[in-house]
């Protein structure tokens, strides 16, 4: 591959591939630790409700493994996700790390690198791309991609010149269309599987003899102009660590009205009874998602926002008819993933807003509650394993032992 020529888009390819810029402070390899046994839940989770265990995919390699991963990580919607750019990063990025190591002893030693290095590029390429992009295409297909690319070549051990070269051919690639998500049927988890899959074929590529496009960004065939990148920022923005942007979706419904309902139920457990009526405003971005026309109760804030109500518990959402006919849904200039939500009653009305949805201070005894609660009612007795393993890996323990109950775990 030429010289890179010092464009915007070039530059953060370098940056991206330089490791010793990479954050492995404490306070990040303590979220990484969360981060990943988020991951794993989900992932044991699924693992635990197939009926077959394995498929044509799992046993098909590092790069099947890497797509069998990503479905079963992202099956029933409850991984992490990045709300700075809306992506949904640990089920690509774990579940690339996660098909090398089992399969290549020697990638072990590079577990913790490869993971930091997989969020950061996620983060830092979606958000060169902009929002425009994210308004046309899957993000997390497309920036996650390039993320799979950074931590597949991380973890094979390649060089700063061959993780260029990956990031190039995954580049070259990308393509993850939005009407995946919207359709609100499980389709944007296969968008996680096929990043993984491209981001691993051009981390091996990259030193198998493929030739990577040399100018990938510019000129109107370029992925700025082909992609809709019209939103990226000024470059001294980037790179972004990722690591300190993802957060977890803690609430049994999607992403979306994680806020509505943590508003209902702070407002349910101050007795507005009985109830006259709920107004739930929501981001104008986030309506046309949540009018329960597609996917079921998952994705219909309304009756999210009665169960809310009826079970004073983010955590516990049953459907309910009751209080139905008493909520509206506005849509409103908020933020996505904000709510606000105002219960009336006979002695007055009272207003709740969350700007953000919960999940992204680790800190929080709230949110810590909160994860603990849907790790267990996940998988149960299997957390105190799940807890070990990740603390064992970001730590650093890469042992033949630890990779046996890993493989146990995850049925592979």
């Not at 993780?163 to 996680?192: C, D, E, M, V």
């Not at 709920?278 to 219909?300: C, P």
């Not at 109500?309 to 139905?324: G, I, Q």
């Not at 603990?372 to 064992?392: D, F, Y």
């Amino acid at each position: 591959m030429a010289d890179i020529v010092e464009t915007r888009g070039n530059i953060l390819i370098l940056e991206l591939s330089d490791l010793s810029t990479l954050d492995r402070t404490n306070e990040s390899l303590k979220r990484l630790e969360i981060l990943l046994i988020d991951y794993l839940v989900c992932t044991v989770n699924a693992s635990n409700n197939l009926r077959v265990k394995s498929s044509i995919l799992s046993d098909d390699g590092v790069i099947g493994k890497g797509a069998w991963l990503a479905l079963q990580s992202s099956e029933g919607d409850r991984d992490d996700i990045d709300w700075t750019v809306g992506t949904h990063p640990g089920s690509v990025v774990w579940s690339t790390v996660f098909s090398i190591c089992l399969l290549h002893e020697n990638a072990r030693e590079n577990f913790k690198d490869a993971a930091l290095v997989g969020f950061r590029t996620n983060a830092s390429i979606a958000t060169f791309l902009g929002v425009d992009h994210r308004t046309k295409w899957h993000v997390t297909g497309t920036a996650g991609a390039f993320a799979a690319a950074s931590a597949a070549s991380v973890a094979f051990g390649h060089s700063d010149k061959a993780h260029r070269k990956a990031l190039q051919l995954a580049g070259a690639n990308i393509g993850a269309s939005t009407l995946a998500p919207r359709q609100r049927n499980g389709a944007a988890g296969f968008n996680r599987s096929s990043a993984t899959a491209l981001g691993i074929t051009s981390g091996m590529a990259a030193v198998g003899g493929a030739v990577a496009v040399e100018d990938l960004w510019d000129g109107p065939y370029g992925l700025l102009a082909m992609f809709s990148a019209s939103g990226f920022p000024d470059h001294s923005s980037l790179p972004v660590n990722g690591v300190s942007t993802t957060s977890l979706r803690l609430f049994p419904i999607t992403g979306f009205a994680q806020s509505a309902v943590l508003a209902t139920a702070r407002l349910a457990q101050r007795n507005f009874e009985p109830l006259e009526s709920l107004v739930v405003n929501v981001a104008e971005g986030a309506m046309s998602w949540l009018d329960g026309g597609a996917g079921g109760f998952w994705w219909d804030v309304k009756a999210a926002v009665a169960a809310a109500w009826a079970s004073k518990d983010p955590m516990s959402l049953t459907f309910t008819n009751e209080y139905l006919d008493r909520i509206s849904v506005i849509a409103s200039p908020l933020p996505v993933g904000a709510a606000s939500v105002t219960a009336k009653s006979a002695s007055g009305h009272e207003i709740e807003t969350v700007f953000a949805p919960p999940g992204a201070d680790f800190d929080d005894p709230s949110v810590v509650e909160w994860m603990n609660t849907k790790w267990r009612a996940m998988i149960g007795a299997q957390l105190s394993e799940v807890q070990e393993i990740s603390k064992a890996l970001v730590a650093g323990s890469h042992s033949p032992e630890l990779w046996d109950r890993i493989k146990r775990l995850m049925n592979h």
